[in-house]
């Protein structure tokens, strides 16, 4: 009797269960239904787009799988463009299709040009990727965090620094020394001049192996240098004296003179009587031929103790005896 009654109930709760599970299964087909609005028809209210980014809303859509989106909207996929879904996936309103268009990133480096594919990633991740190492102190133009978003060209330009030791002569000086007892046609060399050596260390940047900046890191006095001197007599012997006019010219540009009879070589002392103003020249030269004029100084010479404007002048002029 309570087997009975027991089978009774089993049964009566497996029925109950089926119906629940019945029930179930409609409810969420129905809703399911009206939620996703899954479409077996051809039409589709609203599919959202976003191409590159780019978001637009596509209304009353002829579809039934992306395929059909793409070719009613007219949007062309290049070979390696990227969507999702894929084509071949059924729509449903109010999906998103998302295209991720690839774009070409151009690199110059290493005096090469090589071409990578990318979907909007960084510059410096692209070139990771590719096994483009770059160095801390390389530069990247645009820069390393820039993202690709269109066809792109990048140049890589590899910095390198360098010491360099270079050893430099270090000019000596000249030191004239002047002695009173010494006739000023004479001079003697005291000590010898040497040059002294420096050790310069440079720090050079080069930009893809050429040199581009070069600047002093420190410097080193390795050998100093040693003064050259000169002892010049400044005594004068003054001998027989003329006076008359003094003229100029040019001829060598230095502190020369020409005199019609003194000897080639010799030297005078010409004063002029207006100022005071004196000058020690060397005969070089012939003239001047006219009356009354006694000596036809250089132009340089003639500057020393009058100006070119006065023409010709009055001298006292003094033979100097060796």
Same mark, same amino acid.
């Not at 930009?207 to 600047?215: L, P, S, T, Y």
């Given at each position: 009797m309570h087997k009975r009654i027991r089978k009774r109930k089993i049964k009566k709760y497996f029925?109950?269960?089926?119906?629940?599970?019945?029930?179930?299964?409609?409810?969420w087909f129905f809703v399911g239904r009206e939620r996703h609005k899954f479409v077996r028809s051809d039409n589709i209210e609203q599919i959202m787009i976003i191409d590159d980014g780019l978001k637009s809303i596509i209304k009353d859509v002829d579809a039934k799988t992306v395929r059909d989106v793409l070719k009613n909207t007219d949007i062309e996929l290049k070979e390696k463009d990227r969507i999702f879904p894929s084509k071949d996936a059924h729509v449903f309103a109010d999906d998103v299709i998302t295209i991720t268009r690839n774009k070409i990133l151009t690199v110059k480096v290493d005096n090469e040009e090589k071409k990578f594919?990318?979907?909007?990633?960084?510059?410096?991740?692209?070139?990771?990727?590719?096994? $483009?190492?770059?160095?801390?102190?390389?530069? $990247? /133009?645009? $820069?390393?965090?820039?993202?690709?978003? =269109?066809?792109?060209?990048?140049?890589?330009?590899? /910095?390198?620094?360098?010491?360099e030791t270079v050893t430099k002569k270090i000019p000596f000086k000249k030191i004239v020394e002047e002695d009173s007892d010494m006739s000023f046609l004479k001079s003697e060399l005291k000590q010898k001049g040497e040059s002294g050596e420096k050790k310069i260390v440079y720090k050079v940047a080069y930009?893809?192996? &050429? &040199? /581009?900046?070069? =600047?002093?890191d420190k410097e080193e006095i390795t050998k100093e240098p040693v003064d050259e001197i000169t002892v010049k007599g400044t005594k004068v012997k003054l001998g027989k004296k003329h006076k008359g006019a003094c003229s100029w010219y040019s001829h060598t540009g230095t502190l020369s003179a020409a005199n019609p009879w003194l000897p080639k070589g010799s030297y005078v002392k010409v004063t002029n009587k207006a100022?005071?103003?004196?000058?020690?020249?060397q005969i070089n030269d012939r003239g001047?031929? /006219?009356?009354?004029?006694?000596?036809?100084?250089?132009?340089?010479?003639?500057?020393?103790?009058?100006?070119?404007?006065?023409?010709?002048?009055? $001298?006292?002029?003094?033979e100097i005896i060796p």
């Open positions: 029925r109950l269960g089926i119906i629940a599970i019945l029930i179930f299964v409609l409810a594919d990318t979907y909007g990633e960084k510059i410096g991740e692209i070139l990771a990727r590719n096994d $483009v190492k770059l160095d801390n102190n390389d530069i $990247v /133009v645009p $820069v390393a965090s820039t993202i690709v978003k =269109n066809d792109l060209t990048t140049e890589v330009t590899r /910095v390198e620094f360098k010491e930009h893809n192996g &050429e &040199e /581009v900046d070069r =600047n002093i100022n005071g103003k004196s000058v020690i020249v001047p031929f /006219v009356a009354g004029r006694i000596i036809d100084l250089d132009k340089v010479a003639f500057q020393k103790i009058a100006s070119l404007g006065a023409g010709v002048i009055d $001298v006292k002029m003094e």
